[in-house]
């Protein structure tokens, strides 16, 4: 008589479990679906706080030019060697010897965001835009030269 009892017991136990579990079901089946068609509808309602570090960008006015003076600072405040630096001396009209920035390279893949090389630029010639769709498939497509050449 014990075992019909613990027989009827468990089987109890199981239908009023079952029957939570399909109450919470039916709870979530009836809400109002708040999924967001991401690729479709990004441009509508995706909102992407100002504050966001996404890739690191160097602003150039209409000329082409940018306040970038090849100092070095950002290069050497990145931590892991993201930044690279290629300039050369070049005589200017007046004669004296000045640095120009030849190529400045930027490895989005090894970049951690810190925002270090921004804080360490006395000139605001880099900053971080909020363009987040950074995704490829081939990792050559993330080494990015962000000065443009006027000639």
Same mark, same amino acid.
């Given at each position: 008589?014990?075992?019909?009892?613990?027989?009827?017991?468990?089987?109890?136990? /199981?239908?009023?479990? $079952?029957?939570?579990? @399909? *109450? &919470?079901?039916?709870?979530?089946?009836?809400? =109002?679906?708040?999924?967001?068609?991401?690729?479709?509808?990004?441009?509508?309602?995706?909102?992407?706080?100002?504050?966001?570090?996404?890739?690191?960008?160097?602003?150039?006015?209409?000329?082409?030019?940018?306040?970038?003076?090849?100092?070095?600072?950002?290069?050497?405040?990145?931590?892991? /060697?993201?930044?690279? $630096?290629?300039?050369? @001396? *070049? &005589?200017?009209?007046?004669?004296?010897?000045? =640095?120009?920035?030849?190529?400045?390279?930027?490895?989005?893949?090894?970049?951690?965001?810190?925002?270090?090389?921004?804080?360490?630029?006395?000139?605001?010639?880099?900053?971080?835009?909020?363009?987040?769709?950074?995704?490829?498939?081939?990792?050559?497509?993330?080494?990015?030269?962000?000065?443009?050449?006027?000639?």
């Amino acid at each position: 008589m014990s075992t019909f009892k613990e027989y009827i017991t468990g089987y109890v136990s /199981g239908v009023k479990s $079952l029957l939570v579990g @399909m *109450r &919470t079901s039916m709870k979530v089946f009836c809400q =109002k679906n708040v999924t967001e068609q991401y690729p479709e509808n990004r441009h509508t309602t995706l909102h992407i706080p100002e504050r966001h570090r996404a890739m690191l960008v160097m602003p150039h006015d209409e000329e082409g030019n940018n306040k970038c003076v090849a100092c070095g600072l950002c290069q050497m405040a990145c931590p892991n /060697g993201t930044i690279h $630096l290629t300039t050369e @001396m *070049r &005589t200017t009209e007046d004669g004296k010897r000045k =640095k120009h920035l030849v190529k400045y390279e930027y490895n989005l893949g090894s970049c951690m965001f810190c925002m270090l090389c921004v804080n360490a630029c006395p000139h605001h010639a880099i900053e971080f835009s909020n363009d987040f769709e950074n995704a490829v498939f081939d990792k050559q497509k993330l080494l990015l030269t962000l000065n443009k050449n006027k000639e």
